[in-house]
């Protein structure tokens, strides 16, 4: 089983990035998906999250209206969009997928991280 992130870099304020997280391993169509992060010195923190089928999208309230995370079941791919990025995005961005919907405790795959820098 592997969660493959990548798609993180340096961008600067108020610039976009978009996130891709590739899955083997697992029958990844029929798992939630979401995505989290961890700035530094801080504990991790959910960013949002989909249902196996796409819908019911649930966003951290700092992210809402501008991170839009998204899945093609054909290729085993989730991604997170982000928009009007702030160096308080500044953090490594982890995939994840669960069986439900995903919660920090309901998480049964983790992505192996990507950093994601916003800076001038």
């Known amino acids: 089983v592997q969660l493959q992130a990548s798609g993180g870099g340096s961008v600067q304020p108020g610039g976009s990035l978009r996130l891709s997280c590739a899955a083997s391993g697992f029958i990844f169509s029929r798992y939630g998906i979401g995505w989290f992060r961890q700035a530094p010195g801080k504990e991790r923190e959910f960013v949002g999250a989909?249902?196996?089928?796409?819908?019911?999208?649930d966003y951290a309230d700092s992210v809402k209206g501008r991170f839009t995370i998204s899945r093609d079941n054909a290729k085993n791919t989730m991604y997170l969009q982000m928009n009007s990025l702030t160096p308080e995005d500044t953090a490594v961005y982890y995939c994840?997928?669960?069986?439900?919907?995903?919660?920090?405790?309901?998480?049964?795959?983790w992505g192996q991280g990507t950093l994601v820098t916003v800076s001038s």
């Open positions: 989909i249902t196996w089928t796409g819908s019911m999208p």
């Open positions: 994840a997928a669960a069986l439900s919907i995903v919660t920090s405790t309901r998480v049964k795959y």
